[in-house]
């Protein structure tokens, strides 16, 4: 199983972008899909998570800003981001949780490449 993200790049204080994260191989089912971050000097976190069943869930720090969204024919999660700040500056992994037979125990977490963000003020 793989996790191609893309998408990053260079914007301005104010601006949008949408990075786009697709899982392929061996797949019987994604249960979770999301988005993490890490900045500088800083610890991985959570950015948004899209959850098979169940709602979405979001850091406080991008509520209101970023969307998260699935499309499950296409096994790709994507992350809307408007109204970038200075402070979302990090490289963005994307992760899934994906069962790959239908036997019992074979559900495992995956890790996309990062894509790097950076957002100019």
């Known amino acids: 199983v793989q996790l191609q993200a893309s998408g990053g790049g260079l914007v301005q204080a104010g601006e949008s972008l949408r990075l786009s994260c697709a899982a392929s191989?061996?797949?019987?089912?994604?249960?979770?899909m999301g988005w993490y971050r890490q900045a500088p000097g800083k610890q991985r976190e959570l950015v948004a998570v899209?959850?098979?069943?169940?709602?979405?869930n979001y850091a406080d720090s991008v509520k209101g800003r970023f969307t998260i969204s699935r499309d499950n024919a296409k096994n790709t999660v994507y992350l809307q981001m408007n109204s970038l700040k200075p402070e979302d500056t990090a490289v963005y992994y994307c992760?899934?949780?994906?069962?790959?037979?239908?036997?019992?125990?074979?559900?495992?977490?995956?890790w996309g490449q990062g894509t790097l963000v950076t957002v100019s003020s």
């Open positions: 992760n899934a949780n994906i069962k790959t037979s239908p036997a019992r125990y074979t559900s495992n977490d995956y």
């Open positions: 899209f959850p098979s069943y169940g709602s979405t």
């Open positions: 191989g061996s797949i019987f089912r994604i249960n979770v």
